[in-house]
């Protein structure tokens, strides 16, 4: 059974990250996603938008799929429905992320034996905004 890493390993985390890419950030403001990324962004991450339906979410170019992106990434923070996250997890193996990160509600059983053989973290049905604010 899935069991999330403990505080310490949530703080180094969130300590030692500096991009989180976001898939499924919306670029309405009044959705969970922009709001918790824009609360990460004013924490001091950089955010990158993973959705093929934007443009642009909080003044930051959108990628279609994490395989587009160029630039490292720290953290995959996933706001998607728990069906998408093991396709998501196996692209996540290419882009040697520290963390696999599904928002609260958000969780998959596969997704764990997906990344067991990588160094990528998994976090599941978790908050990062709130999780964020308990570990400082």
Same mark, same amino acid.
């Given at each position: 059974? @899935?069991?999330?890493?403990?505080?310490?390993?949530? $703080?180094?985390?969130?300590?030692?990250?500096?991009? +989180?890419?976001?898939?499924?950030?919306?670029?309405?403001? #009044? $959705?969970?996603? #922009?709001?918790?990324?824009?609360?990460?962004?004013?924490?001091?991450? /950089?955010? *990158?938008?993973?959705?093929?339906?934007?443009?642009?979410?909080?003044?930051? !170019?959108? #990628?279609?799929?994490?395989?587009?992106?160029?630039? !490292?990434?720290?953290? +995959?923070?996933? @706001? $998607? $429905?728990?069906? @998408?996250? !093991?396709?998501?997890? /196996?692209?996540?193996?290419?882009?040697?992320? /520290?963390? @696999?990160?599904?928002?609260?509600? &958000?969780?998959?059983?596969? &997704?764990?034996?997906?990344? /067991?053989?990588?160094? *990528?973290?998994? &976090?599941?049905?978790?908050?990062?905004?709130?999780?964020?604010?308990?570990?400082?």
């Amino acid at each position: 059974m @899935f069991k999330n890493p403990g505080q310490d390993i949530l $703080r180094s985390i969130l300590k030692d990250s500096k991009t +989180i890419a976001v898939v499924g950030l919306s670029n309405k403001p #009044y $959705r969970t996603s #922009y709001q918790i990324s824009l609360a990460m962004k004013e924490a001091g991450y /950089k955010i *990158i938008p993973v959705n093929p339906e934007i443009t642009e979410a909080l003044g930051e !170019p959108a #990628y279609s799929s994490l395989s587009q992106i160029e630039e !490292p990434v720290d953290i +995959i923070n996933v @706001f $998607r $429905r728990s069906n @998408f996250l !093991p396709d998501l997890a /196996k692209e996540a193996k290419e882009i040697n992320a /520290k963390a @696999f990160w599904a928002q609260q509600g &958000v969780f998959h059983e596969d &997704v764990p034996s997906i990344l /067991k053989d990588t160094k *990528i973290e998994v &976090v599941m049905n978790n908050c990062i905004k709130v999780t964020h604010a308990l570990v400082k």
